[in-house]
């Protein structure tokens, strides 16, 4: 359990601390080819392989690949529902770090959320319980399979929409794909190539996962990043909680489901209040509001 919390939080500070250290390269590899770049699409191919050559950027990902694997090891641990919740406070850890590397200007309401998302997840690891021990049906692999299908779908026609609900919409429909992630790592038992290869839940991880990342870039390209993260975290936290409770039989301690109830909506409330860090800044500090 104890274990399991930690692999949780682990994977929130890599994934924060990386974007901001890939935020911070970005940065430095636009200002270096200020004046120079193409226009298009050639341009920001040259302004990807310019950043991928600054060491923050490989340190970024290679701590984005040490987050995977630690949230994987969560997953097998704990409620998906506690996991989902430590997922979000990575934007937490993002906007301390940028406020530190980026010199972005915290309002003292957005302090006043890091110590919401820190109190949230004091009280579900108090209250989490076990991971459920159902095993998925089959009828539930073929469904997470399903919607990321339909994620898939909604990447490969999304960056065609316009309009003020573009970047919430994308959002959404990329945090169903890492949602997707989260509840198909509960249901693959077993790595054997033999089962593994004919298992859905493989498939709906890798369609997921990919999806997702398309549809978060589109989103954060063009649009609002406030509203993108927002339906992001909305969308990889409150369904696969739903699904771990309701299908993989995950629980809490005995008599503390109203702590882990509340934890849970303070940490995610936390963390939408600090949805505008789920890019950190890239150029100039941003003023935090009020």
Request: net charge positive; proline share 2%.
């Amino acid at each position: 359990m104890i274990f399991g919390m930690v692999c949780a939080l682990g994977a929130a500070v890599c994934f924060g601390t990386a974007t901001v250290l890939q935020a911070v390269a970005t940065r430095e590899a636009d200002a270096g080819t200020a004046g120079t770049r193409t226009a298009g699409a050639g341009g920001e191919a040259a302004l990807l392989l310019r950043a991928v050559r600054q060491w923050r950027y490989l340190v970024g990902l290679g701590l984005d690949g040490v987050g995977f694997v630690l949230q994987i090891a969560a997953l097998r641990s704990i409620p998906i529902y506690a996991v989902g919740a430590a997922l979000a406070s990575s934007l937490a850890v993002t906007a301390v770090v940028a406020a530190r590397l980026l010199r972005v200007r915290l309002s003292g309401m957005e302090w006043g959320a890091v110590g919401v998302v820190c109190g949230g997840l004091a009280m579900l690891g108090l209250a989490s319980g076990a991971e459920g021990d159902r095993a998925g049906s089959a009828a539930l692999k073929y469904a997470m399979l399903a919607v990321a299908v339909a994620v898939l779908l909604l990447a490969l026609v999304g960056g065609r929409w316009s309009g003020r609900g573009r970047a919430p919409a994308l959002g959404l429909g990329a945090g169903l794909g890492f949602g997707v992630v989260e509840v198909a790592v509960r249901l693959i038992d077993s790595l054997s190539p033999s089962t593994l290869f004919t298992n859905p839940a493989t498939y709906a991880l890798l369609l997921g996962g990919a999806a997702a990342f398309l549809l978060l870039t589109a989103a954060l390209q063009h649009g609002s990043v406030t509203a993108a993260t927002a339906g992001m975290v909305i969308g990889e936290t409150i369904g696969p909680a739903a699904v771990g409770v309701v299908w993989l039989g995950d629980r809490t301690r005995e008599g503390l489901v109203w702590l882990a109830v509340l934890g849970f909506c303070v940490a995610v409330a936390g963390a939408l209040a600090l949805a505008r860090f789920g890019e950190a800044p890239g150029r100039e500090p941003e003023q935090g509001l009020g």
